[in-house]
């Protein structure tokens, strides 16, 4: 009979080990599906942020391409005024009519009228660009601390702890704030 009792020990430890594991199973579980939802949805701002910064850095390229284009043509009014000035004086000395020497005169300055709007229009371009960048910086800084935030979730799950893992989502909070935040002020 001792064998049995011996036995039934055994089994009622084993039993008992089983249920308190259970039940420190049954208290972590909630905080591991916190964790795996948080991190889902850290991963989703991430993507996000991603599309936007990605956005932002072509919407600056093509500014900066448009204000090249802006500057090339000011270049050509420029040169065109140049020419017609040059035009002017040799029909000048050459006392051609003042009538067509004043037309020519009158191309010039109409060359360096629009020279000015051009420049303004090319640095307009220059400082939408300039802006889309700074845009850029910022949304690809938020991916990189989401990830940082994402990353510390699983250290969290992989060495379960808790505390690493609301480490987490103070940075992952801190960097949808900051995305929230400038994707409404632009």
């Not at 916190?34 to 910064?53: D, E, Y």
Request: proline letters at 1%.
């Amino acid at each position: 009979m001792e064998e049995t009792e011996i036995g039934e020990v055994g089994v009622d430890k084993h039993a008992e080990e089983a249920h308190e594991k259970a039940q420190e199973e049954k208290h972590r579980v909630p905080c591991l599906r916190g964790l795996a939802v948080s991190s889902a949805c850290l991963a989703v701002i991430a993507a996000v942020a991603s599309l936007k910064s990605g956005h932002c850095a072509n919407e600056a390229l093509l500014k900066q391409s448009q204000a090249t284009d802006q500057w090339a043509y000011y270049q050509a009014k420029g040169n065109k005024a140049a020419t017609r000035l040059a035009e002017a004086e040799i029909l000048a000395e050459l006392h051609a009519d003042p009538a067509r020497v004043a037309t020519v005169r009158g191309d010039v300055e109409k060359y360096q009228r629009e020279q000015e709007e051009i420049r303004a229009e090319a640095q307009r371009c220059e400082r939408e660009s300039k802006a889309d960048m700074a845009l850029h910086e910022w949304f690809a800084s938020v991916v990189t601390l989401l990830q940082v935030s994402i990353g510390l979730s699983a250290i969290g799950a992989l060495i379960e702890s808790r505390k690493i893992w609301l480490a987490s989502m103070l940075a992952g909070g801190a960097a949808t704030v900051v995305f929230v935040a400038r994707w409404i002020l632009g």
